[in-house]
Nanobody, 126 residues
């Protein structure tokens, strides 16, 4: 069983920054592609960013966060990060970390992910 635990959410003013962390079990990051998704109140869950297994050489981002968010991984610490800069009120959502055991490039489709964390709330005030 893969366990994922998000942290780092909170309340921040527009223009500010937060760094989310997703802690995983040892060895998971060498096997699974990892993704971040978010769900705002009354909206569907949407893709944010993803990174490939192992060295994490392949990344992808939603158009809405390109240039503002950066996904990275530390395989020694078994942690995936989402650095979020220039935050906007429309970024307010619960952010989820997810793991995908398929081979290939990281997916932007939530349905392909096998394991999910409990989520962390990000609130951006105007």
């Amino acid at each position: 069983q893969v366990q994922l635990a998000e942290s780092g959410g909170g309340l921040v003013q527009a223009g500010g920054s937060l760094r989310l962390s997703c802690s995983t079990s040892k060895g998971i990051l060498s096997i699974y592609n990892m993704g971040w998704f978010r769900q705002a109140p009354g909206k569907d869950r949407e893709f944010v960013a993803a990174i490939s297994r192992g060295a994490g050489r392949s990344t992808s981002y939603a158009d809405s966060v390109k240039g503002r968010f950066t996904i990275s991984r530390d395989n020694v610490k078994n942690t995936v990060f989402l650095q979020m800069n220039s935050l906007k009120p429309e970024d307010t959502a619960v952010f989820y970390c997810a793991a995908d055991k398929r081979l290939g490039t990281p997916s932007q489709r939530g349905a392909t992910y096998d394991y999910w964390g409990q989520g962390t709330q990000v609130t951006v005030s105007s």
